[in-house]
Nanobody, 120 residues
Framework: QVQVVESGGGLVQPGGSLRLACAAS????????MGWYRQFPGKERELVAT???????NYVDAVKGRFTISRDSAKNTVYLQMNSLKPEDTAVYYC??????????????WGQGTQVMVSS
């Protein structure tokens, strides 16, 4: 079993910044990737950013240059630093952890989601 817990969402004015954190815990044997999706009302989730085991990162075009994903491997935690936020970034942000769980194999686990609202 893997638990994924997000934190850091909230209300911010346009142009402001927020930092999301996502911690994975449990019987994690190895790490494949962690990252963030977001979901707009009435839409499917879209990939925002990923951090892979080789240290590579990937971003959706809409956030390139504004968002940065990083990882603290000792804590199995990833962070999403969001700068220059726009109203169109308003969404529920979900973290996922793609890890190898002891006795269970490879699993993708999701957090409960955290709301980010960008509004004046």
């Amino acid at each position: 079993q893997v638990q994924v817990v997000e934190s850091g969402g909230g209300l911010v004015q346009p142009g402001g910044s927020l930092r999301l954190a996502c911690a994975a815990s449990g019987n994690i044997f190895s790490f494949y990737a962690m990252g963030w999706y977001r979901q707009f009302p009435g839409k499917e989730r879209e990939l925002v950013a990923t951090f892979a085991s080789d240290g590579s990162t990937n971003y959706v075009d809409a956030v390139k240059g504004r968002f940065t994903i990083s990882r603290d491997s000792a804590k199995n935690t990833v962070y999403l630093q969001m700068n220059s936020l726009k109203p169109e970034d308003t969404a529920v942000y979900y973290c996922y952890a793609d890890v190898h769980v002891q006795l269970w194999g490879r699993r993708v686990s999701w957090g409960q989601g955290t709301q980010v609202m960008v509004s004046s």
